[in-house]
């Protein structure tokens, strides 16, 4: 029988406060939040972030490196207001990094991120240009001033591909459109994706379809974040998307039943999509 | 080796899963069932929906965890809903957790969970998590957990365990007061304190709540001995629950008197398998032991 090292040798699993570095206005209603500290997340991971005496949620990583890690929040209720009031310099605590993560593979490979789930794709894009992948981005918003990353992508030599909803820039339509015609037209090898539900069930029929690996990431709604509070388990398999997830393989997504239908509250009740 | 019997359901191994962990939804226990628990409980069930307290929810110190999740609960509705999906999928018994605010309550919550047709019923009367809203937990009197367990027991069909807490003088009186109102087995113990976590960067309680009970390792030698005190004091079977961790603490729990070991905290301190290690971890003891069965040790430490 081994005896119990897990209070010794691990971190533990209680926030860490650290300051606010820097503040980006990333894009309408998105900040991004830059944090000294060395991470070591892995593209696809989250924290959960905690504003004292307010409340603690779940963002992604989307940028890291030797000594910084940053945060693209989007603005969308009680808590992502309160944080947009924080300033540079103000105390946060940070658990994590939580989750799985995707696979670094492939050749040519195309993400498509929706919404502030571009964020963990950020992440994911330098990744992947490290080692060397060919590497092509379609980023969709409602409207031109939603639009992320793109200089920092066009910095790091990644392809964009612009589609926003209204056609105030790049295409008029939605992302998986513009997804239809790379798998015409291109070999790739993988594709990754990040945003909302109705889009990446959409993602992932059309790789099965054309057989192509596909990775997404899902949310749901989190607590504890290290699987032990059970908030986030999905039917029917019962895994946990803070542990098992929040990154699924389009064929263990498809064993995931509510997925593009249903998830669940806070309370637990069953909320439609 | 492992196989048990509790209150005439058998138990292929006597692991149980704790209320509050993971057992949220039907999907989530069938998931822990698989993962080799003799039996799963379900997180609390209440008759309102709660979303429970803002997080941090539950977190880690230095010995345990702490946590504060605030009873939260889909409604009586939803909630015998995912029971069922339990009862009906899990390869291991179901024991269905309530709560209530009342007594009157816990017998309309009884009632309800036992359409599901759950293996057994626990009465949670001791979350410590809820005080500002409900009140002392009932597992703090004698007459008033004794009011619950005879309501409980009135409402339901199958076997029911009370549920008891370790942040009393006495457990011994409330144990006999239970058993004595009609309970059919003790799940002993809830989270022990409340206790507190402070930042010390920012100054303030880690918590949402503040206060939290306490689980895991740090608390096994209180639970252990509340056990002890219990299995002096009454005839009916105890579920030991607090700290379990390793194959050895379950060997101590059994001891110490109980006939099958509740598991929580540990999901996280070695992985929803923890079942599974748990007990081929007892069977090595009993191997090198030259035990066979359970019953060869159970209570030991009474002689
Ligand atoms: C793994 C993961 C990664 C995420 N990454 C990002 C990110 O990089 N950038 C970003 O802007 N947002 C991200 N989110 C979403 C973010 O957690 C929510 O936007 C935030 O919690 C909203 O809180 P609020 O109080 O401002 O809004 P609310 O009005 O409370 O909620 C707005 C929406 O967020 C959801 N939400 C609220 N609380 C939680 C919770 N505890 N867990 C999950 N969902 C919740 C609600 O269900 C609702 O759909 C991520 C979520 C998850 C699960
Ligand atoms: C996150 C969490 C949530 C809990 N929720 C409940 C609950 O809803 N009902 C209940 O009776 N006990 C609840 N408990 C208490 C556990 O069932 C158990 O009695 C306690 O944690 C001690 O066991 P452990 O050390 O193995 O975790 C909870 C414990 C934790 C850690």
Redesign the interface.
Known sequence: MSECSCTESKKLEKPLVLKIEKIVDEAKDFKTFIFRHRLNAKPGQFVMLWIPRVDEKPFSVTYQDKERFALTIFKVGPFTQKLFEMKEGDKVGIRGPYGNHFKLEGKNVVLVGGGCGTAPLGFLADEMKKIKADVNFIVGAKSKPYLLYLHRMKKSGVKTFVTTDDGSFGVKGFTTELLKTFIEKNRLDKVFACGPEVMLKHVVEMCLKAGIPCEVSMERYMKCGFGVCGQCCVDNSGVRVCKEGPVFSAKKIKKIAEFGKYKRSASGKKVKL | MLKTRICGIKLENPTVLAS?????????????SENGAGAVTT?SIGLE????H??????????G?INA?GL????IE??VE?LKAAVEKSKSPVIASIFAPTTKQFGEVARQVSKAKPAMIEANISCPNVEAEFGKPFATDQKAAAGVTKIVKKNSKVPVIVKLSPNVPNIKIIAQAVEKAGADSICAVNTVGPGM?I?I??G?P?L?NKAGGLSG?AIRPVAVRCVYDIYESVKIPIIGTGGV????DAVEMIMAGALAVGVG?A????G?DVFRKVCN?II??MEKEGYSKLKDFRGIAHE
């Open positions: 509050g962990i993971m057992g949220v939804t039907g999907a989530s226990l069938c998931f822990v997180k929906e709660r979303k429970g803002p997080a941090p929810v539950v977190l880690e110190w230095e010995n965890l999740v939260s609960s889909p409604g939803e909630g995912e976590v930042d960067k920012t303030k880690l949402a390792p961790t390793y194959g050895k905290s999901v996280h301190y070695r929803i971890e090595e003891f």
